[in-house]
């Protein structure tokens, strides 16, 4: 006899949720029972704490109804017991954060593991140390020397951006080998390398403040009567957490600086942008799972000389409101990159929002504490559902 089994329970969220189960209970123990129902097991699933529910049985060859209790074990919290299956989700990090727990890295992992866990979830960081390539009739890679047998993981390239394409081969030695990550090798080349995310923006029509790259000083004064006046910000197109940008306040400073930063036969080309001063040292913070807007937030530069707003150099930080048309400015930049997890930087002109950048490996932390939202938990929930899309 096979018999088909829908079910109702309360959760504790105070809500009501049904699903048709298939393969996900293990039946411990059933009340008021005289015939033999076929359920079969999940690897999927994991066993917890013992749940009573009461199941309306359909016996498709007596065609009835019939009432039992069952006292089964499933693979999540009761309060999404038909919402979530259980996974262990992998992470790639460039290395495990041994020096400081309050490193972007280490902070973004502790908020992704305590999101992970509140969902029945696990968390297993893989460092770049673990991995080892191999090449044979097609890539592949080990982990601690043994094959993965996951077929999604979320990466976190915390990476410096000099030599990028080196540093994200990692990750495209995962594809190579079946499996997706999120972000994608492409996306987080194009987000990491600031040239090729500018030409990406601008490719899709994207509003920046007025952009220029230079491999020489020869040709400033050209650019300045194009910008306007000065200051202008200057960065290196291999910078991150705000690291590598200056602001120059005259032209003789800027051939200056240009000149000793492009000295070096193998130094890389250089960043001119124009300054927005009605920004006044903020910006905006918009962090994009899966097409979707999770979270915003204002970062003010903590001292008024202080040009830079990044969190991680101390910025202060509050919840932002967005209007549409930042709205959909973020969601456009994020998707002009490929990026399915983002941080995009927008800054208020008064010719509108403008994008400064966009993040391949947002920091969680600072926007998590701004706005009360639980980023992470929106990540791992993202994570998820894209398992659930793999065959």
């Known amino acids: 006899m096979v018999i088909y089994l829908s079910a109702s329970c309360h959760m504790t969220r105070e809500r009501s949720g049904s699903a048709i189960i298939e393969k996900s209970l293990e039946v411990l123990s059933i009340s008021d029972r005289r015939e033999s129902a076929s359920i079969v097991p999940n690897s999927d699933y994991i066993n917890k704490e013992p749940v009573e529910i009461s199941i309306g049985a359909i016996d498709l060859e007596k065609n009835c109804h019939i009432l039992y209790t069952f006292l089964v074990r499933i693979s999540i919290y009761p309060d999404s017991l038909f919402g979530y299956f259980y996974m262990n989700i992998h992470v790639l990090v460039p290395r495990l954060p041994k020096e400081s727990t309050d490193s972007a890295v280490a902070s973004n992992i502790q908020l992704l593991q305590d999101a992970a866990t509140h969902r029945g979830h696990t968390l297993s960081v893989i460092a770049t140390e673990d991995c080892t390539f191999t090449f044979g009739k097609k890539p592949s890679i080990l982990v601690n020397n043994k094959k993965p047998r996951f077929k999604l993981m979320l990466t976190q390239p915390g990476f410096l951006t000099k030599n990028v394409e080196v540093h994200a081969s990692l990750i495209r030695q995962f594809e190579l080998s079946g499996i997706r990550c999120v972000n994608s090798f492409q996306s987080i080349v194009k987000a990491k390398n600031k040239i090729r995310m500018t030409q990406k923006l601008s490719k899709h029509g994207i509003p920046m403040p007025k952009t220029y790259i230079v491999h020489s000083s020869m040709h400033l004064s050209e650019i300045m009567s194009s910008i306007g006046s000065f200051p202008v910000i200057l960065k290196s197109v291999v910078g991150s957490l705000g690291i590598g940008v200056a602001i120059v306040e005259s032209k003789q400073g800027l051939k200056s600086v240009v000149e000793m930063m492009l000295a070096d036969d193998h130094s890389t080309p250089l960043m001119i942008q124009g300054y927005v001063r009605e920004s006044r040292g903020k910006d905006i913070r918009v962090f994009v799972v899966g097409g979707k807007i999770v979270a915003a937030m204002e970062r003010i ?45 927008i800054i208020r002109s008064n010719a509108g929002p403008q994008i400064l950048e966009v993040n391949s490996n947002p920091g969680m932390k600072g926007i998590t504490q701004a706005t009360g939202i639980d980023v992470a938990g929106a990540v791992i929930d993202y994570i998820v559902k894209r398992a659930k899309r793999i065959k």
Request: proline residues 0%.
């Open 301 to 345: 530069a903590r001292k008024r000389d202080e040009f830079r707003s990044n969190f991680s150099l101390g910025g202060k930080v509050k919840v932002a409101s967005l209007s549409a048309k930042e709205k959909r400015l973020a969601l456009k930049a994020a998707e002009a990159l490929g990026l399915e997890i983002a941080g995009v930087d």
